[in-house]
């Protein structure tokens, strides 16, 4: 299996703007930010789902997430930060940072408006994830 992206920036195959970095984690700006100042939180482990990822690195890079979010809201005066976990795109999970300035107007571009589900539906998908969490 070849080397995710994400790798490939850790090891400094392809460049990044680098933001943070620890034995664990890195964080970098994202090379295509729907916001200004969007950055990424990446553990060094190439592992694509992030309910995959021990606890200890889990937990890690939440802390470093909150660490990026609170110093973006300084840096770019952001009114709220956003954060959003992805594995999709890129097959490694990643912590997407969203330093809102105008959160009116951005949040549509992150993301979609949901639709009303009604009771019934809501109350089949509760059975489901209680049943689930039984186990």
């Known amino acids: 299996?070849?080397?995710?992206?994400?790798?490939?920036?850790?090891?400094?195959?392809?460049?990044?703007?680098?933001?943070?970095?620890d034995e664990f984690c890195v964080a970098i700006l994202d090379k295509f930010p729907a916001v200004k100042g969007q950055s990424l939180v990446i553990p060094k482990k190439d592992v694509d789902y992030a309910?995959?990822?021990?606890?200890?690195t889990y937990l890690h890079l939440f802390k470093t997430a909150?660490?990026?979010?609170?110093?973006?809201?300084?840096?770019l005066n952001a009114e709220r930060t956003c954060l959003v976990v992805e594995g999709f795109d890129v097959p490694h999970v990643h912590i997407k940072i969203y330093p809102m300035q105008d959160t009116e107007k951005a949040l549509g571009a992150i993301m979609p408006e949901g639709l009303e589900a009604n009771d019934e539906s809501l109350a089949i998908v509760a059975t489901q994830i209680q049943a689930a969490l039984e186990v």
Do not use: G, V
């Open 1 to 21: 299996m070849a080397a995710s992206i994400f790798t490939q920036i850790i090891n400094r195959e392809i460049p990044a703007h680098f933001l943070y970095e």
């Open 51 to 56: 309910f995959d990822l021990d606890d200890d």
């Open 66 to 75: 909150k660490r990026i979010a609170k110093a973006s809201d300084k840096a």
